[in-house]
């Protein structure tokens, strides 16, 4: 009777384990968060996109940090998975408009409390990477501008190479805000959307 | 809360409520008697019959008693009225202070004098100047007129047009605590204990500002039974409950109770506590607009958006057509569709339309509230999908609450978009259950995964999620459409397609596992 209770237990630790510990790979993450899954960087195509990156254009410029960060999990630790976060400097017209990178300083367990998050791989036939060459893997990323209170509908990061240097290619595509008549209008997001292109900084 | 209920005046339950309600449950009790004593043939069975004649006999003679008494002591004066009727609109002084209220509104209402819903730009509301109710009582005289709820869970507010002291007319604005389901719910006798609250907007010629402090006032109550004017007051006969509240002196930043039926109150305002000698007396009431408090969703929502093709009726084509031209550009551009709440003298409402666009390639504000009743915007190719996403949901959401309840069947978005090859569709979405809408909208709004995140933070994750689910579809209508249905299609909305360049033809998109694509389109004319 004990061996019996004993092999029941294992079996249902076993199973337990395993429910809680279901590694999916981020490319086949279809948005439907299983829950106990870890969506994990599996192929490390996350790796690349790591750097310290600046645009530059006279006395405007738009500085963009990336990280990696491993596990990340919202509040309810329902599943995990691993993202690319960022943050961000931008002066115009040398004036400093927003610098939200000092949060990087901080080690946030849910990654969506970074500016930027996300990691979603995108490729040629996913269509909205019309400039993506057939095995190029871009990212579709979501941008949120707290400070000003806008997100992305699209920030798409592609990794380029711009006069021999490694870079990255972004497009900011803001999201239409919803407004309640007869109140101020909501504030613009700190960087005008559009393509940027980004020198990767040794 | 601090409630400020003195005593209650005078309560006279209506027996008529009471016998019915009665005969009503005892029907089946006394049902239930005769069978078992038929079945047992007891000797009790011709008592009963007797006894219960009698019983039926005292409700009749009761009912007709009550009646009559309540007819002769109630001596307040409660019927309907009009903003229209000739008796008001040769009331100098009422017209003085109509006046000022509608010097608040917006031009185009000033501009049609038939215009029974009145939209008050400013305090944000509508209200129904055709379905006021009178009411007076010892000299004291006010014209109460609904404030329409835009959603179903919302306070009862009403606009009150008060006699004061000089025989002039205040105005004020008061919200009971209480919803229109609430007065079907509750007895009349638990909704009197719920708070009645105050706002002046002017008084003894004084105007206050709006968002002026509520003010609350010591009152006493009377429930009483009034005729209904043998159908002046609500269109029926006989008799209904309601009851009066009178103030002995009010504040400011206090929080009281009461609330219902008709009441009478102090009405200054000036932050400290005042007595009756100082201003007029409130004689009020909670007054529904009971034919616009439900909201009435289109049952063709494919016809009426054909209807807003029509020049007469909208004439969305010129901005269709323009959003068409923007496809190709790195932001996004919008149209904002306004409706008047009143018809011309053609019978035709106004429509406006603002184009919108951002100038620096940052984000375009689409509004709600007002007289939006919806919003067209573009999805630019290659960036995003070509399929409307649950942001634009979220925003139909948001819209149609702020919309009045005569006006959430006209609540649609128009999304035009361009897909990986090039085929251009213009898609509608318009509700076809409010409840199951908004609920559904909300589970996901409100999903534990999101706790604690910021609305745009939630839009963000949410957003990133389906572009998952969309990112194997190599941006290609069918399959976008396909996905888009599983996920909404039991949302409580029709999503429709425009079917020609005119968008006087749509189709509704249905999910159909006997069709290639999974997904069928359903001609307007079969709707």
């Known amino acids: ?202 | 809360m601090i409630s400020l209920v003195l005593y209650r005046e005078k309560l006279v339950i209506s027996l008529v409520h009471i016998s019915k309600t009665f005969s009503s449950l005892g029907k089946t009790i006394f049902i239930n008697f005769i069978n078992q004593l038929i079945m047992k043939k007891t000797k009790f069975y011709q008592l009963f019959i007797s006894l219960l004649c009698l019983f039926l006999m005292g409700i009749t003679f009761s009912s007709c008693e009550v009646e009559k008494d309540f007819a002769i002591d109630n001596k307040i004066i409660v019927k309907k009225c009009s903003m229209k009727d000739i008796k008001l609109s040769s009331d100098m002084k009422l017209n003085h202070a109509v006046n000022y209220l509608k010097s608040l509104q917006t031009k185009s209402l000033l501009e049609n004098p038939n215009a029974r819903f009145s939209y008050d730009e400013e305090l944000g509301i509508y209200y129904d100047d055709e379905k006021g109710v009178y009411m007076s009582k010892d000299g004291k005289e006010s014209y109460t007129f609904p404030v329409i709820q835009t959603e179903d869970t919302e306070k009862i507010k009403n606009i009150v047009f008060n006699k004061n002291s000089n025989n002039e007319y205040d105005i004020y604005i008061t919200k009971y605590d209480f919803t229109k389901e609430d007065m079907a719910n509750y007895t009349k006798e638990a909704l009197a204990q719920r708070e009645i609250k105050y706002q002046a907007l002017l008084k003894n010629g004084v105007k206050y500002t709006i968002e002026a402090q509520w003010i609350l006032c010591f009152y006493t109550e009377a429930l009483i039974a009034i005729p209904i004017d043998n159908g002046e007051l609500t269109g029926n006969f006989g008799y209904e409950l309601t009851w009066v509240t009178i103030s002995s002196a009010c504040f400011s930043s206090v929080d009281t109770g009461n609330s219902g039926g008709a009441s009478i109150g102090n009405g200054n305002n000036n932050g400290n506590e005042t007595n009756n000698s100082q201003g007029g007396t409130i004689i009020t009431g909670a007054v529904v607009d009971n034919d616009a408090i439900l909201p009435q969703l289109s049952e063709h929502p494919c016809k009426d958006m054909a209807d807003l093709s029509k020049p007469n009726s909208g004439d969305i084509k010129p901005e269709i057509d323009w959003l068409k031209t923007k496809l190709d550009e790195t932001k996004e551009f919008g149209v904002e569709v306004e409706k008047s709440p009143n018809p011309n003298s053609d019978g035709n409402y106004n429509y406006t339309k603002t184009e919108k666009e951002s100038n620096e390639n940052d984000h375009v504000e689409l509004s709600f509230g007002g007289y939006v009743i919806g919003a067209a915007h573009s999805h630019p190719a290659n960036l995003t999908y070509a399929i409307p996403s649950y942001g634009d949901l979220k925003w139909l959401e948001i819209c149609i609450s702020h919309v009045p309840s005569f006006r959430k069947q006209d609540v649609f978005t128009i999304i035009i978009c361009k897909d990986a090859e090039g085929v251009v569709s213009t898609y509608a979405i318009k509700i076809t259950n409010l409840l199951s809408f908004t609920t559904k909208i909300n589970a996901i709004w409100n999903n534990s995964d999101y706790a604690g995140f910021s609305e745009k933070q939630k839009l963000d994750e949410i957003h990133k999620k389906q572009v998952k689910k969309y990112k194997n579809t190599n941006n290609q209508t069918n399959l976008l459409e396909k996905i888009f249905l599983e996920e909404f299609a039991g949302f409580g909305i029709d999503i429709l397609k425009a079917t020609n360049n005119n968008f006087d033809n749509w189709e509704t998109l249905k999910l159909d596992s006997s069709q290639t694509s999974g997904v069928k389109s359903v001609p307007c004319s079969n709707n």
């Open chain 1, 1 to 202: 009777m004990k061996n019996i209770l004993k092999l029941l237990a294992l079996f249902a630790l076993t199973t337990s384990c395993k429910a809680q510990n279901q590694i999916i790979d981020i490319q086949n993450d279809n948005g439907d968060e299983i829950t106990g899954a870890y969506y994990k960087d599996i192929q490390n195509i996350l790796d690349p996109f790591i750097g310290t990156y600046i645009y530059t254009d006279g006395t405007t410029s738009l500085k963009i940090v990336l990280q990696k960060k491993l596990m990340s999990s919202h509040s309810n630790l329902r599943y995990y998975e691993d993202l690319i976060v960022g943050e961000y400097q931008y002066i115009k017209d040398g004036v400093e408009i927003a610098n939200t990178l000092n949060r990087l300083n901080i080690n946030k367990p849910d990654g969506s409390n970074y500016s930027i998050c996300g990691n979603n791989i995108i490729t040629k036939t996913s269509g909205i990477c019309p400039d993506c060459t057939p095995n190029e893997k871009a990212l579709f990323l979501g941008f949120v501008d707290d400070l000003t209170d806008n997100l992305t509908d699209s920030f798409i990061v592609r990794r380029v190479v711009e006069d021999g240097q490694p870079a990255i290619k972004i497009m900011i595509l803001w999201a239409i805000s919803g407004h309640l008549k007869g109140t101020p209008s909501s504030q613009k997001p700190n960087i005008p959307g559009g393509y940027y292109i980004l020198i990767k900084q040794p």
